[in-house]
């Protein structure tokens, strides 16, 4: 939950000789945190030009204090253990308590004053990915600032010139820290709220890890060979449903800080992208899509009208970035009858499992794993197991939902005559085409 005792006031967490001379008179303020998983309700401004929030899935908003004319925000580096989903935590670096960091909200023509104290092994520094700010603020350490030391504070202040979505994240010891899960989202409200509005705004960023089973610690030099692939280090069946009310006008905006590119697909909808980390797109260059392709270090952000009604997958469409770890030396035996080794096997290894000869479907598999491990599929649905994992969740389009209601409505009631189903005969052998045949009826060939 927030600590935000004191907020209001100051809060003595660094000395005034690391704090940029601007700035020596002032307090620090507190740096709140957060100890929850799941996504906190938007957090709606209090001062300064109101806007429609945002909600962070299993995140939540940093909040600010006004200072004159100035927004202040405090981000504090530090070590965090973050649930991946329940029955795995993993050892990692963020801000505030968890990783990713909050995320940061604004209004465009803000003027921001970030206070970043580092409470890591080694220093840091925070680069402000897609904004336009002045060369000294841009955060990457040894060109354009000193590195901030263990126990440092460092202020960076500029004026968000544009509105749009942003991430944030380390340019020091980057390869480390970044694979450690130190990131996080920033987004710029249009200062002109007319300006493409929408009913429900989510964001989230994505990561991927290497941790072996039974582990708590990602592989930081991992380049290729990932096994948990994260929205906002959760993986399913821990990430947050996107609830909806039928008929909102929906943003998500979708950060890309992996190694990877992700085409992110949405069941049931067409939507336009709508902007980038570079900024807003045009409508007359928009076009529908179903999947968008989210390159690595980039942003995109879709509109979708929802209008259509029930529970609808929302997801990557590699599949193997829908799994949890996994074997990756798993042989292909589909066809091969394994009794015979089994028998074997079983004799050795009474928990042993021959799997493979019919396919890869786990739902109703029962295998032991290490301590800390997630099943590579998982998931229940009101109709059986939905065999996911990792970068997959639901969209949650429903009739009845309040304008700032994001709990999770439970599962969709179908109505009468709209699931598939089962016919109670067996199909004929459909009829086949010889070679050398004429061609069917009506048939071109």
Not at 8 to 21: F, H, N, Q, V
Not at 197 to 219: K, N
Not at 311 to 321: I, L, M, R
Not at 326 to 341: A, E, F, Q
């Amino acid at each position: 939950m927030f600590s935000r005792r004191g907020f209001l006031g100051t809060a003595a967490l660094a000395g005034a000789s690391a704090i940029s001379g601007r700035v020596q008179a002032a307090s620090i303020p507190e740096a709140p945190t957060m100890d929850k998983v799941v996504m906190q309700p938007p957090l709606h401004p209090t001062s300064g030009p109101d806007y429609r929030p945002v909600v962070t899935l299993n995140g939540w908003s940093l909040p600010f204090r006004m200072n004159g004319d100035w927004k202040e925000f405090h981000l504090v580096a530090e070590p965090v253990v973050r649930e991946f989903a329940e029955g795995m935590k993993v050892n990692l670096w963020g801000y505030n308590g968890q990783s990713p960091g909050p995320t940061i909200e604004t209004v465009e023509g803000d003027k921001l004053r970030i206070f970043v104290t580092n409470r890591l092994p080694e220093y840091t520094t925070v680069h402000w990915h897609g904004m336009i700010i002045p060369s000294g603020m841009d955060g990457v350490g040894g060109l354009t600032q000193p590195h901030i030391q263990p126990g440092k504070t460092f202020v960076y202040e500029f004026e968000m010139k544009k509105s749009g979505t942003f991430m944030y994240h380390p340019h020091s010891d980057e390869m480390v820290q970044m694979a450690m899960g130190m990131m996080g989202m920033v987004v710029v409200h249009p200062r002109d709220q007319s300006f493409r509005p929408v009913d429900r705004d989510f964001v989230f960023v994505m990561s991927t890890y290497r941790v072996d089973p039974g582990t708590y610690l990602p592989h930081v030099n991992e380049m290729t060979d990932f096994n948990m692939w994260t929205w906002n280090a959760r993986v399913f069946p821990g990430i947050d449903p996107l609830p909806v009310r039928l008929g909102d006008k929906v943003r998500v905006r979708i950060g890309n800080l992996s190694m990877t590119n992700h085409p992110i697909h949405l069941h049931g909808h067409s939507f336009a992208v709508t902007c980038t980390d570079g900024g807003w797109i045009p409508e007359s260059a928009q076009i529908p899509e179903t999947t968008t392709d989210v390159p690595v270090g980039a942003v995109r952000v879709f509109d979708v009208l929802a209008d259509n009604p029930g529970d609808w997958a929302f997801h990557c469409h590699k599949s193997h970035h829908t799994m949890n770890a996994m074997g990756h030396d798993v042989r292909n035996l589909i066809g091969v009858s394994r009794k015979d080794l089994a028998k074997a096997v079983g004799k050795l290894a009474p928990d042993g499992m021959a799997m493979g000869s019919t396919g890869m479907a786990m739902g109703n598999m029962e295998m032991p794993t290490p301590d800390n491990t997630l099943p590579m599929m998982t998931g229940t649905g009101q109709f059986g197991p939905i065999e996911m994992g990792g970068m997959f969740t639901v969209m949650k389009i429903r009739e009845d939902l309040a304008r700032d209601d994001y709990r999770d409505p439970g599962p969709y009631k179908f109505p009468q005559g709209t699931v598939a189903y089962e016919v109670t005969a067996p199909a004929a052998e459909p009829a086949r085409q010889k070679p050398g045949s004429p061609p069917m009826k009506n048939m071109k060939m």
